[in-house]
């Protein structure tokens, strides 16, 4: 057992673990602290020593040391949550979400050992985890002690952001991705008494999904109103600003976005953010994120409530799309520019077109391979941290300091990476609309196969 000087002990019950978590202030930590002896009593029970504040700075820089965000993705984002007084997450933290636990995904265990390997976190490593409710420590120590992880910490997030001089990392935009709490809030308060709206966004006319529940008050969004096809580009200018008068979307008002799957969310965020909506945002994990939160759902079905102007002359922000032309340009730009394709690995060596409707195989002569899009979530589809997203970058060539502009065949899957680049604070990003649609439509467009 850990040897603690004046000690104040907090029991937790984990589903059949007991954990005994406490620690002297005047205690240091021992780097060579046996877990299996001094961690597990004679009752078979495992304890969690807390850490210090002092004693975790120390160990930020420390390579045998891991410090981990067991919180929602949002908190880790940026978003002020639970009582904390700083949002973001403690400098050189990862994130281990125990809402990834609640999760049930398909391969759901593979996953949780793929993040684990991702993220560094082994036995031979001293894990410190930390939370705001006292609650997702619990889940996520639980689960790393049946991988044989057992040298683990713990600590409360709220004592560390209350010390405005110790470092907490947000992104730099991290409110165009919003948590369920803050939709909540938005509802009860009618933003306050500003314009708003909330939408699930999906192909077709009415779904099943949003029949059998949504967040209360949304309208329906079917994307066949933002585009067409056969290439399924954005429709005109002249046709969007007629789209945002019919959905009652003016420049100023606040935009809400979601849907069971969220890549139509995100291609419509992206459309919206071209036009000159300045306040777009989108629910962080989809309609998942709501539900699981606990909030009201309703099954009445919503009307548009159309305006007379947008407000603004469509585009305001033209060049956040770009198209066949641009694209050329970017592939000529080799040094300060990457088109980036959020495709599969086997769509881009051309194995498979990866559509049903698109018959061309391969990808933009010059194009660079930027990942899937599921690389880019986390298992409860919230978006990955930076540092893995820049370090699948890095591995292709792709640096944050150059001209990035993504596709994939439609504009879907790179719809949702260039909102994250932009939640990340990068600047000069954009969608090549077409995507590999358009390009393989031309026989003149040069196109490279293989690795």
């Known amino acids: 057992m850990c040897k603690l000087s004046k000690l104040m002990v907090c029991v937790l019950i984990i589903t059949g ?3 005994f978590t406490g620690c002297s202030s005047d205690t240091p930590v021992d780097n060579n602290t046996d877990a299996t002896t001094d961690q597990v009593n004679k009752e078979g029970t495992m304890e969690l020593q807390v850490i210090s504040t002092e004693e975790l700075q120390e160990k930020l820089e420390d390579d045998d040391w891991v410090i981990v965000d067991t919180r929602i993705n949002d908190a880790y984002n940026g978003w002020a949550l639970e009582g904390v007084t700083r949002g973001g997450h403690i400098k050189s933290a990862i994130d281990f979400s125990a809402n990834w636990l609640r999760t049930e995904v398909e391969d759901r265990d593979n996953l949780l050992q793929e993040a684990l390997k991702t993220k560094g976190i082994t036995a031979d490593k001293n894990v410190v985890l930390y939370d705001a409710n006292g609650e997702d420590i619990k889940i996520v120590a639980e689960y790393f002690m049946q991988q044989g992880i057992e040298n683990i910490y713990s ?3 709220k004592e560390w952001a209350m010390n405005e001089e110790l470092p907490m990392e947000s992104y730099p935009n991290h409110h165009i991705l919003v948590p369920a709490s803050w939709v909540n809030e938005l509802i009860e308060t009618e933003n ?7 939408f699930e966004v999906s192909w077709g006319e009415v779904s099943e999904a949003y029949l059998n529940g949504h967040i209360p008050g949304s309208v329906h969004i079917n994307t066949d109103d933002v585009e067409e096809g056969p290439i399924w580009n954005r429709l005109s200018d002249a046709e ?4 945002a008068k019919n959905y009652g979307i003016t420049f100023d008002t606040t935009v809400v976005l979601y849907g069971n799957d969220s890549t139509a969310a995100f291609r419509v965020a992206t459309i919206l953010k071209y036009m000159g909506a300045e306040d777009v945002r989108v629910l962080n994990g989809g309609f998942a994120a709501w539900e699981n939160g606990g909030y009201e759902i309703e099954t009445e079905e919503r009307e548009k409530q159309p305006v007379e102007a947008f407000g603004a002359t469509v585009p305001v922000n033209k060049n956040y799309i770009v198209d066949l032309p641009e694209a050329k340009e970017i592939l000529a730009d080799q040094e300060g520019s990457r088109l980036v394709d959020i495709r599969g690995w086997e769509e881009h060596i051309g194995a498979t077109s990866g559509y ?3 018959e061309g195989k391969g990808r933009p002569a010059g194009a660079v391979w930027g990942h899937d899009l599921d690389d880019y979530r986390n298992i409860d589809n919230t978006m990955k941290n930076a540092i893995e997203i820049k370090d699948m970058w890095r591995e292709w060539g792709i640096v944050q300091d150059q001209s990035l502009s993504f596709f994939c065949g439609t504009g879907w899957r790179a719809a949702e990476v260039l909102i994250y680049a932009e939640v990340m604070g990068l600047e000069d990003v954009s969608l090549f609309d077409g995507g590999w649609n358009e390009w393989q439509s031309d026989s003149s467009n040069p196109v490279e196969l293989g690795e």
């Open 17 to 19: 673990l007991t954990l």
């Open 155 to 157: 600590y409360d997030i």
């Open 192 to 198: 306050n008494g500003r314009p708003y709206k909330i």
């Open 240 to 243: 969007l600003e007629e789209f």
């Open 356 to 358: 049903s409707y698109i």
